[in-house]
């Protein structure tokens, strides 16, 4: 079945950017996703990318795709204390049903 | 309300009891999948409903669990004979089936912990 991985842990400093990565194994994805989770909260989406695209820019989110090497990146720039979540990649499979989870990366803003 | 609601937020229980878990989707959408989110890990598949049928329950590790959603709308995840290892947050996601349906929005989950 379809794989995803992650980094755990990205530290960065408030203002400047952090870029999260993700890779997945199936080739036919269709849709690719980035969630945000904080600490008791659910998932909420933040932005997701087609598969025949290469970027996709939202306010200070962009995201990169390279379906050649089948890798995933999220950019968030001017980073603030309020984005210090968990961030999940996740993966459209099964037809068009599924989402495949990463294990999330855990994004720590230091003043 | 406008979002994804789940009932219980938490619930405790003993091992080898019944469990149900509630999940009320946002209103029109006419999909509903179900995740299993184990502590320190991303959310797993369970399965998925469109309308009133299981379109997708590959998800489901064992007989023990089932899921059902007789109107299209609010759908009840039932556990049987309760285990420590089915203890994780439950989280259920809804979907428009109206060009948008590939869009699924969480719930804040119901955490389950088998004691």
């Known amino acids: 079945g379809e794989d995803v991985e992650q980094s755990l842990f990205l530290s960065v400093r408030e203002g400047d950017s952090s870029v999260i990565n993700c890779t997945y194994t199936?080739?036919?994805?269709?849709?690719l996703y980035w969630y945000k989770q904080e600490p008791g909260a659910g998932l909420q989406l933040l932005t997701y990318?087609?598969?025949?695209?290469d970027m996709k820019q939202d306010q200070r989110l962009t995201v990169l795709l390279n379906k050649k090497d089948k890798h995933l990146s999220l950019r968030i720039a001017d980073t603030q204390t309020g984005d210090s979540a968990i961030y999940f990649c996740a993966v459209l499979t099964g037809g068009g049903n599924k989402l495949t989870f990463g294990t999330g990366t855990q994004l720590k803003v230091e003043l | 309300g406008a979002g994804v609601s789940q009932t219980p937020s938490n619930k405790v229980t003993e091992k080898g009891k019944y469990v149900e878990l509630r999940c009320d989707p946002i209103s029109g959408h006419t999909a509903l999948y179900w995740y299993r989110q184990s502590l320190g890990q991303g959310p797993e598949f369970l399965i998925y409903?469109?309308?009133?049928?299981?379109?997708?329950d590959s998800g489901l590790p064992n007989d023990r669990f089932f899921a059902v959603r007789p109107e299209g709308s609010v759908s009840t995840l039932k556990i049987q004979r309760t285990e420590r290892g089915d203890s994780a947050v439950y989280l259920c996601?809804?979907?428009?089936?109206?060009?948008?349906?590939?869009?699924?929005?969480f719930g804040p989950g119901t955490r389950l912990t088998v004691t």
């Open positions: 409903f469109q309308g009133t049928g299981a379109a997708d």
């Open positions: 199936d080739s036919s994805s269709t849709y």
């Open positions: 990318i087609f598969s025949n695209m």
């Open positions: 996601a809804s979907s428009s089936g109206q060009g948008m349906e590939h869009e699924q929005y």
